[in-house]
């Protein structure tokens, strides 16, 4: 039996769960305010926590976080497994010596495409300051970018994924991530699917490289260096930014690529939407180097509480703690949709965007059911951080697993829906989610019919 259950996670790279979980469960019970204060119950709470332990006992994710804000209190604040030294076996992230760590709500992780999110309130702060227009071509500010027909695309196709130039050619060197200024000419020189911003096709490099230049040439500082000044310093958080200082690296926690290891056409799909391999992503963010550089697409690092923090401050209207980071009417602006949900050319899913966020939907969407006015950003399809007006909360789930395929798929679905059923508020408008065999189902009818064109 012990060969078998061996054999089963080196070929579907999945770690070892203890039978007793309070053993790699961190929990910061004096944080977490009472459910009744915030119009939730104790067994609501403790529906959405064994959703966490249920994802954990997958074997796929060696360390996960979640902070939950509701009306703007600490609900849960835990974190389960392990930040480093625990990956499924034979991975090549832990050499045999290395020392096991406990994951924490204050593990710094690295949040990948969430990262998006952040960058895009960076061009909203500047636009708020009068410093750009998102109606601006992208030519006034790189007018280097105006080649191969791009002249009339605006920093606003570009943040809502409409800018036409998706991804770098199929053959780029995934080095050229490390050389900042020939990322931003191969993205300049890209050849656009359109040249009107009529084509919506998630942009997972190239267009954070893009804002994060158009930031460099009008501030004349890098993004690290505005997002330090504009939230980091102001909200007290200890990372929160573009990588970490040499001397906190070791302190991130490591990614593990996990689950059944990707076979075409999904090897195929997710090196187009990534412009790298699966496992290539999961090497190369692991990678110390990777820390020192600036990539706005994708190498925020930030814990479970500050990326909740970020949320709720935007679900305050830009303002937490007493400290106003954005305008009320730049948030609104922010998360307002940029075009019906339809069928993503990247991503090959349905999905919604405002100029910078990936928006909820209803009767379903990415955050849930009926989750229409909720807005937020994946990070490498397993990290999910958003905020929904409608049940007033701010979440971020924190996870080191990367897998793509694997048997996290239901226990993640029925955390969305658990969470959206267990967060109503009394005058809450939103209408009965039902079962979550009712959701499922309805989100496949949905599929359906987008990807039919109906």
């Not at 990614?255 to 076979?263: I, R, S």
């Not at 940029?338 to 966020?357: E, N």
């Not at 508020?425 to 989100?443: C, E, H, L, Q, Y």
Request: aromatic share 8%; proline share 7%.
């Amino acid at each position: 039996m012990k060969l078998i259950d061996s054999f089963k996670s080196k070929a579907f790279r999945t770690l070892s769960v203890p039978d007793d979980l309070s053993k790699v469960t961190t929990c910061d019970a004096a944080g977490e305010t009472e459910p009744e204060q915030v119009q939730m119950t104790r067994e609501g709470v403790d529906a959405i926590w064994s959703c966490v332990e249920d994802l954990y006992r997958t074997g796929i994710h060696p360390g996960i976080a979640l902070c939950l804000r509701k009306k703007g209190q600490v609900v849960i604040r835990r974190a389960i497994g392990h930040s480093h030294g625990n990956g499924p076996a034979g991975n090549e992230m832990d050499p045999p010596d290395t020392e096991k760590i406990l994951m924490t709500p204050d593990t710094p992780v690295c949040q990948y495409s969430a990262s998006k999110a952040v960058t895009a309130m960076m061009i909203h702060w500047l636009a708020e300051k009068g410093q750009i227009n998102l109606s601006d071509p992208v030519m006034r500010y790189i007018p280097e970018f105006a080649v191969h027909g791009k002249d009339k695309i605006t920093i606003f196709n570009v943040i809502s994924h409409h800018g036409g130039i998706p991804a770098p050619p199929p053959e780029t060197d995934p080095e050229i991530l490390f050389d900042h200024d020939g990322l931003v000419k191969m993205v300049c020189n890209l050849k656009p699917r359109s040249g009107d911003g009529g084509s919506m096709a998630y942009h997972a490099v190239t267009g954070g490289t893009i804002l994060g230049e158009i930031v460099q040439r009008v501030t004349g500082e890098n993004i690290r260096e505005l997002l330090k000044e504009t939230v980091q310093k102001p909200l007290g958080f200890r990372y929160f930014n573009y990588g970490v200082p040499e001397e906190a690296i070791r302190h991130v926690a490591t990614d593990y690529a996990t689950g059944v290891p990707l076979f075409f056409p999904l090897s195929a799909l997710a090196k187009r939407a990534l412009s790298v391999a699966w496992d290539d992503v999961v090497r190369i963010a692991n990678q110390p180097r990777f820390y020192k550089i600036i990539i706005p697409a994708a190498n925020l690092v930030a814990t479970a509480d500050e990326m909740s923090q970020f949320y709720q401050m935007l679900l305050n209207g830009g303002e937490l703690n007493g400290r106003r980071i954005f305008e009320a009417e730049t948030v609104r602006r922010a998360v307002a949709p940029a075009a019906k949900m339809w069928f993503d050319g990247t991503l090959v899913i349905p999905m919604r965007y405002s100029p910078g966020l990936m928006l909820g939907g209803s009767p379903v969407g990415i955050w849930g059911p009926y989750s229409e006015s909720a807005y937020g950003h994946v990070g490498f399809i397993n990290i999910f951080c958003w905020a929904d007006p409608a049940r007033d909360i701010s979440v971020s789930l924190q996870t080191t697993g990367k897998s793509l395929i694997g048997s996290h798929i239901g226990p993640l679905a029925r955390f969305l829906f658990t969470v959206g059923r267990q967060c109503r508020i009394a005058d809450d408008p939103v209408r009965d989610i039902g079962t979550f065999a009712s959701f499922k189902a309805v989100f496949q009818k949905m599929l359906r019919k987008v990807m039919l064109g109906g």
